[in-house]
Structure formats: structure tokens, C-alpha cells
């Protein structure tokens, strides 16, 4: 697994006060991972229309 690429606490505070569920680890991981692809993802359409910049736009 590479660097975590979320604010853990702020997502364990999100889902406790939106579910009152608890997080664990592993989705912790796999939404960072998630997170990780999505922007390799936008990186890719930048630079295939080649910009420097990754935008919103990107994201679709």
C-alpha cells in the first residue's frame, strides 16, 4: 500500500456522526486506495489532452 491519501480522523468522524458506525482499517485502505486510482485516472486524461493541470473535468 502506498501513503494514505485521506484525513483518517475526519472520515472516522464523518461516518460516526452521519451512521454512528464505527471504521475499520481495511476501509480505511481501500477507500485510499480508491482514491489513489481516481486520481492516477484524471492524471492520465490531463496529460493525454496535454495539460499540466488536473481538473474538475478530469474526474468523468
Known amino acids: 500500500m502506498s501513503e494514505m491519501l485521506i484525513v483518517s480522523s475526519k ?3 464523518y461516518v460516526q456522526t452521519k451512521a454512528q458506525f464505527n471504521t475499520s482499517k481495511e476501509f480505511l485502505d481501500a477507500l485510499s486506495k480508491s482514491v489513489e ?11 493525454a489532452e496535454k495539460r ?7 474526474l468523468s
Open 37 to 47: 486510482g481516481i486520481c492516477n485516472e484524471a492524471i492520465d486524461k490531463a496529460r
Open 52 to 58: 499540466k493541470t488536473v481538473k474538475a473535468r478530469d
Open 11 to 13: 472520515i472516522k468522524k
